[in-house]
């Protein structure tokens, strides 16, 4: 009988077991390249496509996303939860804050119109669409000390990594540091604040729910898929999520352009497009 093993015990049985794999799948992987995912979203033809991941629970992602990116993140199984975190492509030492993500809005929950600001008061991307409503914008991701104490382990390649151990790879792929991974918000898990102060865990809206984002400055997304900090399961069983993006100059347009919104947004919208415009001067 030949085993795998067997198969690979020379540079010829190597190369030919890797080659095997080429048309491989499994359930948590990119395409690549990302126009050949086999069912975009309605309406948006596969060449618009610039990213089609699914993630498994415990595993990372990163990818570096131009302005006007649509970002569509689905939970599969109703128990994903989506650690994410964004830095300016073109000045890193720019990210998501989300004290001001908080303040400014005049809102801690986040929901379809809400911006996701910098500590510069620019919003680096908008939430425009929502249907499941379970997010949380004030704990931020899981440490490798919370994990161990619960799960019995919170290392980066561990049956139950922290988010922030997660986020450190995902950072270093783009040259960035751990002293850059700043706290991020979580999607699909929700949290409420009562009235005494405490926080409360309200859980999944449940399997296939979407939220999606676009991009008003190019970003680095950075996206852990592990379980929340305030997760009452006493096991670690974070669940599919799924990633896709596609050019939408004409949603981040809309954005631009809408009158109607509250003046703070219409401030950070402006000292975005403030920014975009003063980079697009240097040559």
Sequence with gaps: MTTSLDNTATTKGARDHARAQADRRVDGMPTVPATAWPAPPTGVPADALTWAETVPGGRYTVKALARGTRLRLTDLTGTACASVLLWRTDAPWERLSLADTVKVPWQAYLGAGHPLLSDQGRVLATIVA??????????????????????????????????????????????????????????????????????????????????????????????????????????????????????????????????????????????????????????
């Design 130 to 283: 929502d249907d499941s409503g379970h997010h949380d914008a004030i704990c931020g991701t899981t440490t490798l000390a919370q994990n161990t104490a619960k799960y019995g382990a919170g290392e980066a390649h561990s049956d139950s990594p922290a988010g922030r151990e997660l986020l450190v790879l995902a950072a270093a792929k783009h040259g960035l540091t751990p002293t850059d991974v700043a706290p991020t918000v979580s999607f699909f898990h929700g949290v409420r604040v009562e009235d005494d102060g405490a926080l409360t865990s309200t859980g999944s809206a449940g399997a296939g729910h979407c939220v999606d984002l676009v991009l008003h400055l190019p970003c680095i997304v950075a996206v852990a898929n592990t379980a929340h900090p305030l997760d009452p399961s006493p096991t670690f069983d974070t669940g599919m999520l799924e990633l896709m993006a596609w050019h939408a100059d004409d949603d981040l347009q809309a954005l631009i352009d809408d009158t109607t919104v509250d003046p703070e947004y219409r401030r950070a919208v402006a000292n975005s497009e403030d920014a975009h415009h003063a980079a697009r001067s240097i040559r």
